[in-house]
């Protein structure tokens, strides 16, 4: 059970968060805990949504963008995060099961995309503190500035969401996936 409030629908959510959650149903066909979680804070749903999408509009990919975040949820010990990508991962991004699990690792079959996953594991486990072989690496990858600003964006937006799912403890709402680590 949550230690904050969720609430169970909608229109039982604050006004202002309302036209929000709307959205994300019309997006996604449902309205996922996390976001009615969010919801009790007007303000922190809009950044949420807001931050989402303009990074959906960045130049990493789809499959990119679920890999970290695979990366980050396992390191983070965020089983909600980790259920929630490794379902997006499969459906959306069409991300295999062994891929998932490379991205789990902090890696990925495919060499350009396993420079992006450690150089945002290495951001999540060092909190930033990268060296510069690290910027050298992810550079070396054929990642430009901008694309690894968005890859340490990616990195917090990713953490916040298991920092939130973890003081509610949100109930998970999609098909459940265990840690393979203590958080």
Not at 32 to 51: C, D, I, K, M, W
Request: charged share 20%; aromatic share 4%; net charge neutral.
């Amino acid at each position: 059970m949550s230690r904050l409030n969720i609430p169970t629908t909608i229109d039982t959510a604050p006004t202002q968060s309302q036209p929000l959650l709307q959205a994300v149903q019309k997006q996604l066909g449902s309205v996922p805990n996390l976001f009615r979680l969010v919801s009790n804070s007007p303000a922190a749903l809009e950044g949420y949504l807001g931050l989402s999408g303009a990074l959906g509009k960045g130049s990493l990919s789809a499959p990119t963008r679920e890999r970290i975040a695979l990366a980050v949820a396992e390191i983070n010990g965020c089983a909600y995060c980790l259920s929630a990508h490794t379902y997006l991962g499969r459906n959306l991004a069409k991300l295999d099961d062994a891929e998932i699990a490379a991205n789990r690792s902090g890696s990925s079959k495919d060499p350009k995309a396993a420079a992006a996953v450690a150089f945002a594991a290495k951001v999540t486990e060092q909190r930033g503190k990268v060296s510069a072989d690290d910027v050298a690496a992810v550079k070396a990858a054929g990642y430009g500035d901008a694309e690894i600003v968005e890859i340490v964006q990616h990195v917090a937006l990713n953490t916040w969401t298991n920092y939130i799912n973890e003081v509610a403890k949100t109930e998970i709402d999609f098909p459940v996936v265990s840690l393979r680590q203590a958080a």
